[in-house]
């Protein structure tokens, strides 16, 4: 019995990291727009039915966040609001927002890449995914080629910081 559990789980983490690769390849998307690189794709039978990645600034938006793109798409796809056979795969810890629009949706399982220490609402500040008191919760998986996701967070922030330190040293010089 625990060989075939073995079995069930080392098919699991190859099916999570292939998606999760997905993810990593949608928050490249947004580290080219200058964005904080976030991904995210949904998937339903096997299938990628939503993706996004955050644009909050080339769109000016607060709601213009990997995840809410990803649960519009899919829902559309699906022609349902309620995602309830799909898996969220994202590369950093949903925010309040997400986590909210994730129960919402009715998504029952949330594979996340890295925490969120300061803003994550899936275990970090708080789990929302997990509140008895709602009429939904998500199964939550941490830690899908983490090293890759939180790569992707500290080059880009060291490179936004370097920008920064360039273009002061440029206004200083004027």
């Avoid at 022609?79 to 810890?93: F, K, P, Q, S």
């Avoid at 509140?131 to 996701?149: D, I, M, R, S, W």
Wanted: proline share 3%.
């Amino acid at each position: 019995m625990a060989e075939k559990k073995t079995e069930i789980c080392a098919e699991q983490i190859k099916t999570d990291e292939k998606y999760m690769r997905e993810a990593i390849r949608q928050a490249k998307k947004a580290w080219k727009l200058d964005e904080t690189p976030i991904g995210c794709v949904i998937v339903h039978e096997g299938r990628i039915i939503g993706r996004g990645y955050n644009r909050r600034n080339t769109d000016k938006s607060p709601l213009a966040h990997a995840e809410i793109t990803a649960i519009r798409k899919a829902s559309k796809k699906i022609g349902d609001w309620r995602l309830e056979e799909c898996t969220l795969y994202v590369t950093l810890e949903p925010c309040q927002m997400c986590a909210g629009a994730i129960i919402q949706s009715r998504i029952p399982r949330v594979v996340v890449g890295c925490m969120n220490p300061k803003a994550g609402c899936a275990g970090s500040v708080l789990n929302l995914l997990d509140v008895k008191a709602f009429n939904h919760q998500a199964e939550l998986t941490t830690g899908v080629l983490e090293e890759g996701c939180s790569a992707l967070m500290t080059g880009f922030f060291k490179e936004l910081r370097e920008k920064k330190k360039k273009e002061k040293a440029k206004a200083a010089g004027m």
